[in-house]
């Protein structure tokens, strides 16, 4: 029979909503079927399954396997881990598609699917048009379904160690933050020379320490603690489905995730002079001005993990990363944002470097004034309204500003941004300026621009 997703849960770069209220368990069946038939018309019959450890993904993961079943898909299950396994999985074992549950970095009681067709995302339009084809019930039941339990786990070991280049012994602290990357973090942390300990590795979907998102500082405060009382190198933070990294180095210095990209686009770009390198609009001016001095070619691109990873399969890209933590590696990691391999290739670089390096490095970034990413609530139906408004008035003002993503309008104090979020109802802000002084005037020029629309920041 048809079914109708909730509006709210066809997001622009997966599928996600709010277990019980917007999400149930029809609905991951209905997922199921109709990718389903959408992988079975391009001619595909495989499709690897995965799920996080939230407690609503095992039962989500069930109705899903059974509505890819019920129109002939061969499932592959490769159990609970983290989203890069899955990505791996599909390729690994070539299969056409692939499924992931898992609510990310959201809160408990949200969960979602994050999906991969032909070794690219699956998002936007497609995900409009799975929403179409369940709605009019365009969807046979096939015979020759079946599922399967698969184990791809010593593979994408094996696949992650190829980031670390030895060097001198490290002392290294994990935290898994309970999400789904604990038991392959302490398999890496056992292969791995030095010292090395794993904080939250237990896979708990109550997130008994701290919530597992790895871009609020908040969440690093038990790693940071840690860092410090063992004296390690490094601590090393992932969230909920192992696709965000977070990095502290000793003295509770937090790397933000352009930050992070720049320390990583060094080794980039000594292997392979002039390469791309993308970084999302929300990403410090800083970066793409450092990427430049280093010979490499800094683009600008949208946000959002799917976006992102389209981008690097058309533009060649070496590596790209955002705000949030998502770091994407071409090969050999065909360009999927994987913390658990961008984690061994900053291990790598760490290694080569003498002790008290890595706080050095930090030390050294340049010093902007910045807020951080502010979220402004704004129903769905109005945002798009705002932004048209916006960009027509700043363009009747000639004023210079890039359109990628929302508006990033640059003044003599610096640039600020807003963008509308494609995964909640609300608007996104930044200011980034050489002074507090010029901040302070970005921020007023902002809530200016707001309050013409009734907004204030």
């Not at 030095?194 to 109550?206: I, K």
């Amino acid at each position: 029979m048809p079914h109708r997703f909730h509006p709210s849960i066809l997001r622009e770069y997966d599928i996600r909503g709010v277990v019980g209220t917007t999400l149930a368990d029809a609905d991951a069946e209905a997922v199921g079927q109709t990718f389903g038939a959408l992988v079975m018309r391009a001619g595909g019959r495989v499709v690897c399954v995965g799920r996080d450890g939230r407690l609503s993904s095992p039962a989500l993961e069930a109705a899903l396997v059974r509505g890819l079943a019920s129109v002939g898909i061969e499932v592959r299950r490769i159990g609970c881990g983290p989203s890069p396994l899955l990505y791996f999985a599909t390729r690994h074992l070539g299969a056409d598609g692939g499924v992931m549950v898992t609510g990310s970095h959201n809160p408990p009681d949200h969960n979602g699917f994050k999906l991969v067709f032909g070794g690219k995302p699956f998002f936007g339009e497609q995900i409009r048009r799975l929403g179409r084809v369940a709605e009019a019930e365009d969807v046979a039941p096939a015979l020759g379904g079946k599922a399967v339990e698969t184990d791809p786990r010593q593979a994408y070991l094996a696949h992650v160690l190829q980031g670390f280049r030895p060097g001198r012994a490290l002392s290294v602290v994990w935290d898994c933050g309970n999400g789904a990357t604990g038991p392959l973090v302490e398999a890496l942390a056992a292969r791995l020379p030095g010292r090395h300990q794993v904080l939250n590795g237990a896979v708990d979907g109550h997130f008994p320490a701290h919530h597992p998102d790895p871009a609020d500082p908040a969440n690093l405060r038990q790693l940071a603690a840690m860092v410090a009382e063992s004296g390690a190198d490094l601590g090393l933070a992932f969230d909920g489905d192992g696709d965000r990294l977070g990095v502290v180095a000793p003295g509770g210095r937090l790397f933000a995730g352009d930050q992070l990209l720049m320390l990583l686009a060094e080794e980039v770009l000594a292997e392979a002079p002039g390469a791309l390198i993308l970084a999302d609009v929300k990403a410090s001016q800083t970066l793409f001005d450092h990427v430049a001095r280093l010979g490499g070619v800094a683009e600008m691109c949208r946000t959002g993990h799917s976006l992102i990873r389209s981008r690097m399969a058309e533009s060649g890209a070496r590596l790209a990363g955002d705000m949030s933590g998502h770091i994407f590696y071409g090969a050999p990691s065909d360009g999927v944002d994987d913390a658990l391999y961008a984690a061994l290739r900053l291990l790598g670089l760490v290694a080569g470097w003498p002790p008290g390096e890595l706080a050095r490095r930090f030390d050294a970034l340049p010093r902007l004034f910045a807020t951080p990413e502010l979220r402004l609530p704004c129903p769905d139906e109005r945002k798009a309204e705002v932004m048209a408004a916006l960009k027509a008035a700043l363009a009747a003002r000639g004023e210079p500003r890039v359109e990628i993503d929302g508006v990033r309008v640059s003044t003599p104090d610096g640039w600020w941004l807003l963008r509308a979020s494609n995964t909640q109802p609300a608007l996104v802000a930044r200011c980034e300026s050489a002074s507090a002084a010029g901040l302070e005037r970005l921020k007023q020029r902002l809530s200016a621009e707001l309050a013409t629309f009734g907004m204030e920041l």
